[in-house]
């Protein structure tokens, strides 16, 4: 099994950053390095989109085009910990953001592009609220 926490979201001002973070917990025998991590996120009324994901062996990355050159995501191994920098937001950032796990049997992009089924463990999600 592998566990997901994330934390840091909150409210915050049109043009303003936000750093969410993940903390993954694997079981004994299971090899994080394996696995794809990623941010989606979910507006009420929408579905799960894949806004950012990184390699668990080459640290390749993806971001969805509405983010591309405001969101910046990066994984630290020894701390099993991935993060996700957002500057720049803008209303339509605000959603719930989950972290997600899934094994590495694709590229990057195609993970992050199709959560079901390519994501196999989800955290409960950090709310991202931006609003004046």
């Known amino acids: 099994q592998v566990r997901l926490v994330e934390s840091g979201g909150g409210l915050v001002q049109p043009g303003g950053s936000l750093s969410l973070s993940c903390a993954v917990f694997g079981d004994s025998g299971y090899n994080l390095d394996d696995y794809v991590i990623g941010w989606f996120r979910q507006a009420p009324g929408q579905e799960r989109e894949g806004v950012s994901c990184i390699s668990g062996g080459n640290a390749g990355t993806y971001y969805v085009d509405s983010v591309k050159g405001r969101f910046t995501i990066s994984r630290d191994r020894g701390k099993n910990m991935v993060y996700l920098q957002m500057s720049s937001l803008k209303p339509e950032d605000a959603a719930y953001y989950y972290c997600?796990?899934?094994?590495?049997?694709?590229?990057?992009?195609?993970?992050?592009?199709?959560?079901?089924?390519?994501?196999?463990?989800w955290g409960e999600g950090t709310l991202v609220t931006v609003s004046s």
């Open positions: 997600g796990a899934g094994v590495e049997y694709t590229s990057v992009r195609n993970i992050c592009l199709t959560p079901s089924p390519g994501i196999d463990y």
